[in-house]
């Protein structure tokens, strides 16, 4: 595990993610904050483009909790048999539909402690759908950014939510709203698990990864 990197060199990593991509986004197709965060359930050990095929026409027929109920758990089941897990995540995406419907008036809260009381919804899922949709700093730690934060030292620790306490204590504010989706491509694409493409790198001159290829 690397050392964590001081401040004015996590500056710099993250001006230089920012000059090569303004205004990330995630990968997972949605068109509001219901779609998004069924997405993201959805997600759990599957890719996002594996969910993506899967959600494209469900969400033409199902973009609210309301019309989710109406389609019923097995037409759901139909659109998502493609995805790991399905008819468990089948059973989640129905219960947390009937909650919002019940006790949000159909609408997603933007209270991470809400979030997580729906079924299917932890931590990392609230927080994709905090940043994404409401715009908050919240980091959403997968495997990728567990990898990248430990491996370059952007962010060291022990488990994810570690991990998250040091995404928020030492990347600058200013970065703090696109640091997980610059984190997840760069580890999604550049700093991959077995072979980091570390020639590519636009940080590698400043990573404390001591076995980097060529």
Not at 161 to 173: K, M, Q, S
């Amino acid at each position: 595990m690397a050392k964590q990197l001081d401040y004015s060199t996590m500056t710099e990593i993250f001006r230089r993610f920012q000059e090569a991509e303004a205004e990330p986004k995630g990968e997972l197709e949605h068109v509001n904050a219901f779609t998004l965060l069924v997405a993201v359930a959805l997600s759990a050990q599957a890719t996002d483009a594996g969910v993506n095929k899967a959600t494209r026409a469900l969400f033409k027929k199902a973009d609210t909790p309301e019309k989710m109920l109406d389609l019923g758990e097995e037409q759901l089941i139909e659109h998502i048999k493609t995805i790991g897990l399905f008819r468990q995540k089948a059973k989640n995406v129905m219960k947390l539909s009937r909650i919002l419907v019940d006790k949000y008036d159909g609408k997603v809260p933007s209270s991470r402690a809400a979030l997580m009381t729906l079924p299917g919804v932890g931590r990392k899922t609230a927080n994709v759908v905090l940043n994404m949709w409401f715009r908050h700093p919240a980091q959403a730690v997968d495997t990728h950014i567990f990898r990248v934060g430990n491996r370059t030292g952007i962010a060291v620790g022990k488990d994810v939510e570690a991990v998250e306490r040091a995404i928020e204590d030492n990347v600058p504010v200013e970065y703090q709203l696109h640091a997980h989706h610059w984190l997840i491509l760069h580890g999604r694409y550049i700093c991959v698990a077995r072979k980091p493409k570390c020639g590519a790198c636009i940080i590698r001159d400043l990573c404390l990864y001591e076995e980097k290829t060529q």
